[in-house]
């Protein structure tokens, strides 16, 4: 034992690759990526395999052939001469406004709920807690059908339509409303609108460098609502009050003039928005418990009037706890709006799936659906990541 | 023990009326500012409009029994649609004399379900439980075996087939999505890569895509010859898509975990699979047990989509049953109805959840 040279049994020895992690996260990784690329080129060359023996082309060649297929409603001129190309750009307009116009109502409606089932006022509370419950625990699917089939089915024919308001009807053939003839003011109006809140934004940045320095509160909600209402009003009233509407009116078994939206959007459009702001409500309700009640007491204690603590205090703290949730929400609201298909509102899915089931493209029409809800899910989530950098506490 | 006081206690006052039961309690609640009086009476009065005519149309006016549709037309609820299509809108095409074995399935299914909310069973006996009601569950709808008549998956409706969807979903996506979570918590940046790729792929696009995919898509994937089943199809959808919503509820699990047991259970000598199982899962999975039962109650919603790729789940099958021209128009009622099962499987299951949050939180709340 002692003859042996003592540096030939204590040299350290390397100890074998396989013992070193990193070369085992090497070899992991290869391997992982490996059984990835394997699979997807199984499935790729299947894919192949099967397409040519349907004799069916790749590619996105099909996009400048004559659609043949009817749109319902569209935002921009649209005919069954038009290529698919279009049909699809006529899809994802219809899909973005429906999905802007839900967020929207969707918005306002949860808010409104949020804040209400933390009134103290038992009933006010315990009915938006009912709506909550209710909304939330019906297949959102389910609630589109019972839409539609009220307004296409239960409503009534457009002679006995019904009518809520003055010019408004309802009837199975959806919803007709007056509107605004086009007039040259309007133009105006819209630039005198962009103005107003330019201006507004510029009174604010004014008012707050103006009290950081001096100490002198500004009205500046006040004078900004005053510029962003008052400036195109005065344009309207200045070009002499042009306003002659363009009343819906029964012709024959349905009606002309006015803007009429179909049972389906309509339907789709209710749906998403009672959905969804069941979800929103809790988000809101959430946030503003979350503001200490301390804050509402040292505002108080500091003189704030209620209306000021929640604009000044509660508000923009809730907001921090308000705004991912909320994300995710608006998120949601868009992709479930893909659920037009089930009601024949013509939305992006829609369209698509009428596309492919005419030219047998199944791998390109769902890979420019997936296109585009990815590309809308990010812009979202990076828009509401602007605006959450923007409230965000500001820490040293 | 002192000496008798000279004066007597007075006996303790009642509080003024105003101020206790149930007149103290409508102040305190309905009527303790200007705005809540006004909005107090704005709900009486949204009762007093909407009440009786539902309950009129629900009960008063119902006709509980009738041979056709057209017997059945008047002011109030057809309750009679619903008595004749009961058994086709919970098990659909399911051969008639055999209805039993959907029956037994959902109730096997509610009971499973029942016994999870008991926390005393949490564990290897739950597990086993689960096992063999699943196993069950195959054998009474499948038959073939024991003397039962086979049933092909084409004709598995209604309930049995949303509670199959669901569960047999999640139950799969599951062990799916913590190789997920734990991928996109990875050090190997490629592994990680994918993992991220994969959910926030998913995460970003519809259901209905996915279960287009399944159903348009897969069938070209596979080699020439091989086909599956649609009700698989979906399955398979249902739980490539479940995964990733999964993946990031137990994330967040994973990154609630601090850093000193991972370092712990290095100082303990085991390896990433030992720590992982021992000492890092059974934590994260604790933490994250309410979002996952509200996970549950998400895909337990969305398994009604499958009526759009031709499955004909719970809501398909009341669709199916509405296109009857016998019984045409009953919309309200078989949707109010249909309504009604989704809500109380929801609702039991979110108050589930909310009564687990608030004993979780128990020794936080302070």
Redesign the interface.
Known sequence: MATEPASATLRPTRPPFWRNPAARGIIYQVLFVAVVVAVGIFLVHNTLVNLHRQNIATGFGFLDREAGFGIGESLVPYSPADTYGRAFFVGLLNTLYVAALGIVLATVLGTLIGIARLSSNWLVSKLSQAYVETFRNIPLLLQLFFWWAMLRESAPAPRQAWQPMGGVFISNRGVNFPVPQADPTYHWMLLALIVGVLGAIAVRGWAQRRQALTGAPFPAVWAGAALVVGLPLVVFLAAGAPLSLDWPELKGFNFSGGHSVSPEFVALLIGLTVYTAAFIAEIVRAGILAVSWGQNEAAQALGLRPVQTMRLIVLPQALRVIIPPMTSQYLNLTKNSSLAVAIGYPDLVSIANTTLNQTGQAVEGIAMIMVVYLVISLTISLLMNFYNRAVALVER | MTEATHELPLPAARPPAASAGPLGWLRA??F??PL?TI??LA??Y?FVVTIPPIIRWAFVNAIWSADSGRACRGDGACWAFIAEKLRFILFGRYPYQEHWRPLFVVVTFVALILASCDRRLWGRRLALLWMGGLAAVGVLMWGGILGLTYVETELWNGLPLTLILAIVGMALAFPLAILLALGRRS?????RA?CVAYIE?V???????VL??AS??L??????GVTIDKLLRAQVAFILFSAAYLAEVIRGGLQAIPKGQHEAADALGLSYWQRTRLIVLPQALAMVIPPLVNTF?GTF??T??V??IGLFDL?GTT?AALTDANWR?F??EA?VF??AI??CF??FM?RYSQMLEREFNKGRGR
Do not use: E
């Not at chain 2, 050090?187 to 592994?191: H, K, N, R, V």
């Open positions: 609640n309905l303790n500012s809540n909005l107090t709900a009486v949204l050090q190997l940046p490629a592994i994918i792929l995460r970003g696009v519809p259901l209905i895509t287009f995919m348009v898509m069938p070209l994937f596979l080699p020439t109650i919603k969305d009604s989509l009526i759009i809501l669709n128009g919309y309200l949707y249909t309504a989704y809500f929801c609702f979110s």
